[in-house]
């Protein structure tokens, strides 16, 4: 089993910044390629950026493109999500997911574990 726990939600105004993290525990040895969804009220959950083992490769959806920055600190087993230029369309609970091997990485049935949840509010 592994866990997620989500951490620096938010309310910010908009073009401020956030950092997300989510740090893993249990049995994380396999699961190794992280990634970030989030869902707002009456919308589907969306894949919005993903980091591969490695952590030389990452993925980001074309609405976070050039805003969001996903990186990994190992020793510490925590993915942060860096979000920059927020526009109150990002407004969503943010989801952190963790898999063994990604192919498609905003495909929620490619992670097999997920945390609660961390909601960020972004005010006009």
């Known amino acids: 089993q592994v866990q997620l726990v989500e951490s620096g939600g938010d309310s910010v105004q908009a073009g401020g910044s956030l950092k997300l993290s989510c740090t893993a525990s249990?049995?994380?040895?396999?699961?190794?390629?992280m990634g970030w969804f989030r869902q707002a009220p009456g919308k589907a959950r969306e894949g919005v950026a993903a980091?591969?083992?490695?952590?030389?490769?990452?993925y980001y959806s074309d609405s976070v493109k050039g805003r969001f920055t996903i990186s990994r600190d190992i020793a510490k087993k925590t993915v942060h999500l860096q979000m920059n230029m927020l526009k109150p369309e990002d407004t969503a609970t943010y989801y952190c997911?963790?898999?063994?091997?990604?192919?498609?990485?905003?495909?929620?049935?490619?992670?097999?574990?997920w945390g609660q949840g961390t909601q960020v509010t972004v005010s006009s």
């Open positions: 997911a963790a898999g063994a091997y990604i192919a498609v990485p905003d495909l929620e049935s490619e992670y097999s574990y």
């Open positions: 980091i591969y083992a490695g952590g030389l490769s990452t």
């Open positions: 249990g049995d994380t040895a396999r699961m190794k390629e």
